[in-house]
């Protein structure tokens, strides 16, 4: 499979992880969101939203938006199993995806960024304010179903990896990017490191990804 | 089953049609979202994130996050069907639903309008820029994939709905709300007007809600 990848795309992360949860090789795409290379005309054909991730199945497919991809693979390829198998627990993993990949990530993807500094006029510092501002929001009601609902255990849901897990890492990377104090979310900061002692979420953090800039290393 | 809801919610909209399509009866549970009452400290109980929609089932489970519930009561009660069979369909159908419930929705609920004018300063007018801006992009990523994809039909994904409709359908009435031109997202809103034909998704707009303001009638 091809995916069209970002290093600091938090979306593309997720779709990392479960590629490599899967034991699905894959090539990288590099598509540089700081350049605008998400609106060349040639993109634009494969993902007519201008965005990163799209994934392109060894049958020719292309198959767009992180959670819509992520569903796809635990469907097609059902080992792991990335979803619990009880309806409730599923709709509780996607709940937590929710808060993730649309009450959280959208309100700070670079288009945001460059809206509230560059349209609106807003400093460095108010924009930061703003990412901080959801971001604590977000992992503050994600903290608290982890830690009132009893159906956490050593993931997000039970003692296994979900959906949620792939969700949550990439948010909390870029929060402690972003130098958020995560004092607050003792159970989000728990199930990152968790993770990331699995080599199949290792891999796929930005760091690793072949077009991380060199003077970033 | 019983929804805490908003007339004027598109999470909680999105809902209604959903419980309306599979014939589930369920008592309207009024929050007032302007007023604040989604931060009540008894409806905080029942969802800390503190934003609608959360549904009560029969036997005291709460759901929350209107796409898992959607998938929840699409799995729980199968007829009519919400989802194609094919995965490859179920996923073009959740990148719709995606565009709509997590890069465009997110960006103009209530408390981000309210930070866009209070925190940050800016007039109605900056605001109602801000909503244009995204309403337009968001619905020209689904234009272009229902025109060029070849696989919507009477609905988004075919002939029958799906949970892209029903997430559709709430978006387009909210950008007429916001008074938006939609002269060039032709395949929206005529998904919108076949949808608006049938009694589910009719009787689930906002007017038609026990608590839609009597001054609006």
Same mark, same amino acid.
């Not at 479960?18 to 090539?27: D, H, I, R, S, W």
């Not at 809206?115 to 510092?125: K, N, P, R, V």
């Not at 924009?127 to 956490?152: D, P, R």
């Given at each position: ?6 290093? /600091? ?6 779709? /990392? ?23 060349? $005309? ?49 709709? /509780? ?19 945001? /960024? ?46 296994? $990896? ?7 890492? $990439? ?20 199930? +990152? ?7 199949? +979420? +290792? ?15």
């Amino acid at each position: 499979m091809k995916l069209f990848s970002y290093w /600091r795309s938090l979306a593309a992360f997720r779709v /990392r992880i479960a590629l490599n949860l899967k034991g699905q090789p894959f090539e990288v795409v590099s598509t540089d969101l700081i350049k605008g290379e998400q609106f060349d $005309p040639e993109y634009l054909k494969i993902n007519p939203q201008g965005v990163v991730p799209a994934l392109i199945t060894d049958d020719g497919n292309t198959l767009t938006q992180s959670m819509a991809i992520l569903e796809y693979l635990d469907e097609t390829y059902p080992e792991p199993a990335l979803m619990p198998a009880d309806a409730m627990a599923r709709a /509780r993993v996607r709940s937590l995806c929710m808060i993730l990949v649309a009450d959280m990530h959208p309100l700070v993807v670079p288009r945001i /960024r460059k809206y509230i500094t560059q349209d609106l006029g807003h400093s460095e510092e108010e924009l930061g304010a703003w990412i901080g501002n959801w971001t604590k929001l977000g992992l503050a009601a994600i903290e608290t179903q982890l830690a009132e609902g009893g159906h956490s255990g050593k993931y997000c849901e039970g003692d296994s $990896p979900t959906l949620a897990d792939l969700c949550l890492v $990439p948010q909390v990377g870029a929060a402690m990017l972003f130098k958020i104090p995560l004092d607050d979310y003792p159970n989000c900061v728990r199930i +990152f490191k968790t993770c990331m002692e699995n080599p199949a +979420f +290792f891999d796929a953090r930005p760091q690793a990804q072949p077009d991380f800039p060199e003077d970033m290393k």
